[in-house]
């Protein structure tokens, strides 16, 4: 079956950086285009980032500039990497394979000092 296994988060202070992992599993992975999600306590779900099956990339403004989804189709992984790290993106960071209801479990990113 399909699974998806998000790794990576923490706590950090502001300023700092950390990368999420999310491996997938049980799907043709380098066809699909695959997105970053974050929800913070009491707020709705957001789109961070996603990219393609072709590499092309697209992220929120809110994390331009800061944050960089990549992918590795070997490893059927795709990555955050997220830099200058703000206490607004205190959050649980999801991975989802677009356009499908596939989700991960989930991982805690916590910035604050």
């Known amino acids: 079956q399909v699974q998806l296994v998000e790794s990576g988060g923490g706590l950090v202070q502001p300023g700092g950086s950390l990368r999420l992992s999310c491996a997938a599993s049980?799907?043709?992975?380098?066809?699909?285009?695959m997105g970053w999600y974050r929800q913070a306590t009491g707020k709705q779900r957001e789109l961070v980032a996603v990219?393609?099956?072709?590499?092309?990339?697209n992220y929120a403004d809110s994390v331009k500039g800061r944050f960089t989804i990549s992918r590795d189709n070997a490893k059927n992984t795709v990555y955050l990497q997220m830099n200058s790290l703000k206490p607004v993106d205190t959050a649980v960071y999801y991975c989802n394979i677009a356009s499908t209801n596939y989700w991960g479990q989930g991982t805690q990113v916590t910035v604050s000092s």
């Open positions: 990219i393609t099956s072709g590499g092309t990339t």
């Open positions: 049980g799907i043709m992975f380098r066809i699909y285009a």
